[in-house]
């Protein structure tokens, strides 16, 4: 029987009352998330109405070129000493070579500062960078002088190798890190992991050796050897673009200099592998000096790349649309790295 059958009604003169149910209150998690969509929302509608309204003088270089900015010196003078500057991780050098390439078209530039601050990064990348260095030098005839600041390691110090034979060109602050020379492929195996959960990995190869280097399953010592016979030859290049920068070096200094280290300024000097402890601007003085310049005569200038309210709303767009599948192909594929790494073991 239902619970209604006991209902008694109120008498006269008694209050009524009428249940009302109660609404619960959001979380705060979920009034955070309905913020952010809302914000989120408000800032896409503005970058869409920037890109779509915002006059073109004002909307960066329609083509993409690089500004380019006073550093220090005569702001009136017209003979210049161009910052090219390798920052960050180094990965394919399409950064440095617009910057090389800027320098490339201006006859006003005299002389070059080399300004590192890097880790280094994908062996490809590192020798693309010094390679367009070194044409650079070798077309324009220009002097080029390296600044280190807080790290110029493995790939970073294989660019610095473009100053060639000149002397008293490298120079590190006395706080810099530099070397880790050397090379590493990166190999990480779940083949453990995937044994534990019952997956196997019967991926089918046209060859025995294709595929060397899959996370999926453990390296056969023939594998091994195909890695390291690659890491082999890519370290014996890395050597001989140090002794083709740093010719008085001696056998025993790149013996000792090579073995994957990194070292504070006041090592790297007695490796032969810097010249003198300091800082940017005596940097650019070596480079006034080699260019037959004084203060008074030149001006510093860097490179800026400009970016538009158009080029934020691509770019993030683009970080969207990257497909997951894509990064775990790129996370996976072996690659040899002159990267300053900190030991795993």
């Known amino acids: 029987m239902s619970s209604y059958s006991n209902y008694v009604p109120p008498g006269p003169g008694q209050p009524v009352y ?7 209150p959001r979380s705060v998690l979920s009034r955070l998330f309905s913020m952010f969509q809302w914000l989120a929302f408000a800032f ?24 380019e900015r006073y550093h220090s010196l005569s702001k009136t003078a017209t003979q210049k000493v161009a910052i090219i500057e390798i920052d960050g991780t180094i990965m394919d050098g399409k950064a440095v070579k617009k910057q090389i390439d800027k320098v490339r078209a201006d006859d006003e530039v005299k002389a070059v500062v080399v300004r590192i601050d890097s880790p280094g990064g994908t062996v490809t990348g590192s020798d693309f960078i010094y390679h367009h260095l070194r044409k650079l030098v070798d077309d324009r005839k220009l002097p080029l002088v390296v600044s280190m600041g807080s790290l110029a390691a493995s790939g970073g110090y294989y660019s610095a190798m473009a100053c060639g034979k000149q002397e008293n060109v490298i120079f590190a602050e006395p706080t810099t890190w530099t070397g880790s020379i050397g090379v590493l492929i990166p190999h990480y195996s779940v083949a ?103 203060k008074d005569s030149a001006k510093v200038v860097r ?30 594929t072996p690659r040899a790295y002159y990267l300053f790494a900190l030991p795993t073991e």
Request: hydrophobic letters at 40%.
């Open 303 to 332: 490179y800026h790349q400009p970016s538009t309210a158009f080029d934020v709303l691509m770019g993030a767009s683009a970080a969207m649309q990257k497909s997951d599948l894509s990064t775990l192909f790129d996370l996976t």
């Open 44 to 67: 896409f509608l503005m970058v869409m109405v920037t890109a779509v309204f915002m006059p073109s003088s004002l909307s960066g270089d329609p083509d993409n070129k690089l500004e």
């Open 18 to 24: 009428i249940a009302v149910p109660m609404q619960q």
């Open 192 to 294: 453990g992991l995937m044994e534990k959960l019952e997956i196997e990995d019967d991926t089918i190869k046209s060859a025995p050796l294709k595929g060397v280097g899959s996370p999926t399953k453990r390296m056969t010592p023939e594998e091994k050897a195909v890695l390291e016979g690659l890491v082999t030859e890519s370290f014996d290049r890395f050597k001989g673009i140090v002794k083709s920068g740093r010719p008085k070096i001696t056998p025993e200094q790149l013996k000792q200099a090579t073995t994957g280290q990194v070292f504070t300024t006041a090592q790297a000097m007695k490796l032969g592998l810097v010249d003198k402890e300091g800082f940017i601007e005596d940097a650019i003085g070596r480079a006034l000096e080699l260019a037959s310049l004084n």
